[in-house]
């Protein structure tokens, strides 16, 4: 866990994740309003969905890190001689990412969180329904970008291929919000409350099932990788 969390560059990605949410969770909270329509009343900076969302990919750096920096100068090798067995490596790497990321979720994400729910006169229940639909949504893209960056051993890769998701979505050069919606980024937003668009928004419950398929799919692969592929 201590590889996991000193690394430079993930100490840098969790110091931009907290400086950018603690930043909208400040502005949300003083009020700052944003016109987009005229004929509209003025927005605050949480009812911008992608704004509020967009930090998560500096987050993801900690679990793409954790899985691809073990094939960067052979130190998947060195692994494998302190840990032979790799079905206990295995089971430690999937319990050591998961509770640095729980760690790093309750610091970076939390506060800020209740700082948007104390400033917009939220209840205690509501408060804690939004906590859990981001700590869901944190979780569950940090396990897919993990299972990524464990199949493709590369940092930059997975970080791309989530990035570009939202991107070519917003293109509109894919004309499918049916099939769109089920992507992770999608399932996400509406696991949140606040889908790109109302055509691709889903319901709670299917954005959640989504969002877990997209995370076991990425995980059970790389598990598989792990026990049998060759260092």
Known sequence: ???????????????ITMIVNFGVAIIDAIGVSFYTDFNQDPATISDFGVV??????????????AASSEYQDGQFRMTLLAIPNRQTLTIGKFIATTIVVLSAIIVILVPPRLIIGFSDGLSVGDIIVDLSRWITVYLLMSLIAF??????????????????????????????????????????????????????????????????GWALLCMIPYCISLLRRDS
């Open 1 to 15: 866990m201590t590889k996991i969390i000193t690394h430079p560059i993930v100490m840098v990605a969790l110091a």
């Open 52 to 65: 509020m969302f967009a930090p998560i990919y500096a987050f993801l750096i900690l679990p793409i890190n």
């Open 147 to 212: 299972g990524l960056a464990g199949l493709l051993r590369s940092t930059i890769a997975p970080l791309a291929i989530l990035i570009m998701i939202p991107i070519f979505v917003g293109t509109g050069i894919l004309q499918w919000p049916e099939g769109l919606r089920f992507l992770p980024d999608q399932a996400s937003r509406s696991l949140l409350g606040t889908p790109a668009y109302e055509v691709t928004e889903l319901p709670l419950g299917i954005a959640f099932f989504t969002l877990l």
